[in-house]
């Protein structure tokens, strides 16, 4: 599998010197310096360009990536700009802030950037290799090297076809120019849209990429507003669209220069520091609209895209805009339009709490005993739901997870809910739907009054509600859990399809729906996922016990330390305290409380395989959660790099001189074996939260989970990460999946 090529340029927000020279201070501290990472490369687009045939040219030429051949040079990304306009961008608007103005970056931009039309049908992504260009792998893992091969190999061949050729070079363009993302295998892309060549124009390709680059934006910006890491932050999408897009708004190029559509072809090489970009967006006049030449008067895709109903052919210079002050107009009354939205639904949500304060909460016209809610807050929820503004659903959530969330030997007669409202354990059950009616479980559908008689309920069940336990909603919650569809829930979130949205924020952390896809049935578990359960875990500590005893550093510790390992020795890291910063959540917990905790956990993926490391504080010992055992040869020499590295941190942390600094002995900890090959991720989240070295599951150290008790976790963690009573976005979240319970 090859290297993931990308532009990886370092940039600085003070100015910035190429080299240290003695005697000389730094202009910049370590904590100023920004890392921003994209991965757009469309170098192999241009050697692509080179092999192909006359044949494959004009197939190609009819879709609508054809301008893709016209490439002549690969393109050069400033990342300074895109720093820049990360800092500006305003995540709700979807817009830059310059000077005193708010400019978007709409479709309209991708089709003067990449020539891409901003109609048709929407664009399904696949988070598999599928149809016609996946049977070309044989079930292999995609990567650009491995597309770039198969075409050099079958051109001028007797296996030479021209539609086959097409699909692998719009497959490179997918994942170099328009969806490049941090990964080296190619997946969660239009896979299956490649079959039918011809039918490619009925997409509305353009609106793709703008959704993708605007959530890529948004997540960025997250991570840098936050200063979650404040050294590395990855930008995914077409970036092109934002060099061009500032190239223009900036007025950066000459009266006249040379414009041709689409703008990508005509490349703003752009040469800046960090200085002169500053000054760019405070000195220049803005430019609101795109200049439009003869040719774009007449193309069919900017006429569209602009919806000119027509243009004059006289009396306009080339390059000369003649809708300046319409766009103008438009982007103030839109503001205001905002505005105005803005206030209509601050007064709404101030109406729909004062009814709900207004109204007292008794504890019977809550839940009756059917787990239904009182009249007044179904009429609340409709309330909302009727005034949302702006949002489409759209995928169908209707899928049948049933065979999943029922334990063999129960046919869904009659669901349940379980409310814990003390630390005793479960209290009675309230039946839900048991009229057969069909109606969704609640949130931990694990029965606490099953049948003692029933061989496939046996104590791994009960040990379930243990280990995941419900905390009680607060009273002003009015017990959301029971008047959620929480199947309904999990199943939506987890979708493949299901568009990005961000369905938790809380305390600075952010989950969104891509995260959420790998808890879906037999998903593989992302490290944003995994980071999230983690940061929520020491969350909820710190509210409980107003200190934080399991403290857990982000999953890119261990994968920068296994890389750092891998390096020839002149070549590697030397780690001060300041390095380890980067891995841990400020606004969570700082490395001075380590000093008071009680462990220390350090989860890591390598070779698509989640295991997790773990120091017993009091003790200094330094042990290896794994839940495929101990006896992988490749895992020694990283559970060696991982302890060394933890020594050199705590004797950083303690201030140890060299004969005194901690010295691990590896441990492997005996934990059960997982049931299957994909779950391994969820059970580094119960290491993380339940390990603590005490034989107290039937005398082991942790319970033995079936796969049906791993997918009924999955289920649990999402519902309660959403449900959690801090998820800043949990009653958007509900109303806009139309989630609560209709009686």
Known sequence: MDERPYNDLCCFFSMARKGKKVGKKQDFDEEDRVRLINFVDTKHIVEINNVLTDGHRRRIGVTPFKWCL???????????????????????????????????LSVVDVCFSL???????????????????????????????????????????????????????????????????NSKVICNMPFGILDDIDSL??????????????????????????????????????????????????????DDRDIVFPRILRWPSLKLRTSSIERLFIERNLIFDWALTEEDQSNELVRVALNLTGVSEGGQEPGVSNTGDVWLKKIHSNEIEIMEIKKRLKILEDEVFSRNESQPVEKDNVCDDKGQTSDCNTEINADVSDHEVGEDVGADVGEDFGALHE???????GNTAVDISDDSGVENEAEVGGDGNGKSPTLHDVADNIDKDNPVHDVHCAELLAIVPWVAASQGNCGIGGRVDVVKLYQTVTRVDCPYRIVAVINGQ??????????????YVCNMAVM??????????????????????????????????????????????????MFFSSNLVSMKEILTAEFLFAPIVHDDHWWCYAVKLDTMEFLVLDSLGHNRKKRTRIDNSVARNMETFLSLLLNCKEDNKPSFEIRHALTPIQPNLHDCGVIVLKFIELWDGTPKFNGNCMPEYTTEDLQQIRQNLICEWILHDDNQNREEVLVYYDLYLRH
């Open 115 to 181: 020539g891409l039309g901003v109609v048709g049908e929407e664009v399904q992504f696949d988070a598999y290799a599928c149809g016609l260009v996946g049977s070309l792998f044989c079930g292999q893992r995609i990567c650009i090297k491995g597309i770039t091969n198969m075409i050099r190999s079958v051109i001028g061949t007797e296996h030479d076809d021209v539609d086959t050729v097409c699909r692998l070079y719009i497959l490179l363009c997918f994942a170099v120019l328009y969806f490049p993302r």
């Open 532 to 581: 999230f359960g983690c940061n929520l875990l020491m969350h909820n500590e710190r509210k409980l016990h107003q200190h934080v005893r399991r403290i857990v550093l982000h999953p890119m510790y261990t994968t920068l330390v296994v890389h750092d390992s891998n390096q020839r020795i002149a070549k590697r890291r030397v780690w001060k305290l300041s390095d380890y910063n």
């Open 70 to 104: 016209d490439l002549e040079r690969s393109v050069d990304i400033c990342s300074p700009l895109l720093v820049e306009l990360l800092r500006r961008w305003d995540d709700g608007e979807q817009s830059f802030h310059i000077w005193k103005h708010l400019v978007p």
């Open 510 to 523: 952010i989950l969104s729906t891509h995260d959420c896809m790998g808890f879906r049935p037999m998903g």
């Open 201 to 254: 124009v009925k997409f509305n390709w353009g609106s793709a990429v703008h959704s993708f680059l605007v959530n890529s934006l948004s997540r960025a910006y997250g991570v840098h507003s936050q200063k979650k890491n404040d050294h590395n932050i990855t930008l995914a999408g077409s970036v092109v669209v934002l060099q061009i897009w500032a190239f223009e708004r900036l007025g950066l190029g000459a």
């Open 407 to 413: 334990h063999e030997g129960h046919a869904n007669e």
